[in-house]
């Protein structure tokens, strides 16, 4: 069904843009630690090379079963773990994206945006 195909990608982006976005902020921004700014972007490069059927089996054999069980939801738990799934699988490139937007912007224009 489109509204259902709808639903899930409106969802997904409310969720993710913020969390992909602040991420991507804090990173280059804020953190300090190099360390664990390179193991976050590991994982983000990892989670990016899993193929999208593993993320689809995962989602149907583990996620369905545990948030229909978690939640009582029997119509929507599909619905509702086909935004995890999707919000999991496009999480990394919004941070990267983001990240790479960020340090493309010179120290003329930053310095402008504070004052």
């Known amino acids: ?6 639903y899930i990608v409106i969802a997904t982006l409310i969720f993710v843009i913020p969390l992909g976005v602040g991420a991507a902020i804090y990173l280059t921004e804020y953190a300090k630690n190099k360390r664990l700014v390179g193991m976050i972007e590991y ?3 990892t989670l990016s090379g899993i193929p999208s059927i ?3 089996l995962v989602g149907m ?9 978690t939640f009582n939801l029997s119509d929507g738990a599909s619905l509702f773990s086909a935004i995890i799934v999707l919000s999991i699988m496009i999480y ?3 941070v990267k994206v983001s990240v790479n937007a960020l340090n493309a912007v010179t120290k003329e224009y ?3 945006s504070l004052a």
């Open 43 to 45: 994982a983000a490069e």
């Open 92 to 94: 990394p490139s919004i």
């Open 54 to 56: 593993i993320y689809g």
């Open 110 to 112: 930053e310095e402008a």
């Open 1 to 6: 069904d489109i509204l259902n195909t709808l």
């Open 61 to 69: 054999l583990v996620l369905v079963p545990f948030v229909r069980s």
